[in-house]
Each structure stands twice: as structure tokens, then as C-alpha cells.
């Protein structure tokens, strides 16, 4: 099993950065494929990026694809959601989360497929 904590969080204003991450103790990280989803107010949690386990592999919701990185150090258990280019509509409380079920080279997209989720972060970017 393993825990996870999302920091990084904050308010900034439309066009700046953030950058997440996501700490995982327990079981070491690299036995995971992860995944960044947010959740706003009123709407259901939908994913935004995805690593494999390995890393080399990565995929994104149409909406941050070119303005968000995912990446990961399995060396020190942490992934990290870089955020640039940040729009009012990016506001919500992002979760990091580990699927378990994954060979070295797969990712998860479905919310479904993760086991493990942290308590979120919470992201509010001002017009």
C-alpha cells in the first residue's frame, strides 16, 4: 500500500506557473503507474495527465496538453505536475493517484483504475 501527499498548491494569477507534487510513502513509487486529476466545484474529478511507471511514457487531457508536464522521480517517490500558462478555468482541487495494475510501460487514464488517491491540492488562478 501506499500513501500519497500532494503540496504546491496555491493562488496565482491567469498566465503564471505552479508546480505540484505529489510525495508517496509505503510501498516505493516506481510500482505505479500515477496520475494527476482536479475536481472543481459542482463537476465531477476528471483526469489530466498520466505517467507510466517507468516514466518514459506520458499522456494529457486536451485541455493542458502543451501548458501541463507530468514527470517523475521514482529515486525520491515523488511525481510532479508542472503548470504553466494558467487559465481562471484551471481552478480545483488537484489529487495526485496510483494505479497499481500496470506493466513498466503502461498509464492510466480512467478514474476507475487507480487504488490509491491523496487529499488534494488546492489550485485557484485569478483573472
Known amino acids: 500500500q501506499v500513501q500519497l501527499v500532494e503540496s504546491g498548491g496555491g493562488l496565482v494569477q491567469a498566465g503564471g506557473s505552479l508546480r505540484l507534487s505529489c510525495a508517496a510513502s509505503g510501498r516505493t513509487l516506481s510500482s505505479y503507474a500515477m496520475g494527476w486529476f482536479r475536481q472543481a466545484p459542482g463537476k465531477e474529478r476528471e483526469f489530466v495527465a498520466g505517467i507510466s511507471r517507468s516514466g518514459a511514457y506520458t499522456y494529457y487531457a486536451d485541455s493542458v496538453k502543451g501548458r501541463f508536464t507530468i514527470s517523475r522521480i521514482n529515486a525520491k517517490n515523488t511525481v510532479y505536475l508542472q503548470m504553466n500558462r494558467l487559465k481562471p478555468e484551471d481552478t480545483a482541487v488537484y489529487y495526485c493517484?496510483?494505479?497499481?495494475?500496470?506493466?513498466?510501460?503502461?498509464?492510466?487514464?480512467?478514474?476507475?483504475?487507480?487504488?490509491?488517491w491523496g487529499q488534494g491540492t488546492q489550485v485557484t488562478v485569478s483573472s
Open positions: 493517484a496510483a494505479d497499481s495494475s500496470k506493466d513498466w510501460g503502461g498509464l492510466s487514464t480512467g478514474l476507475y483504475e487507480y487504488d490509491y
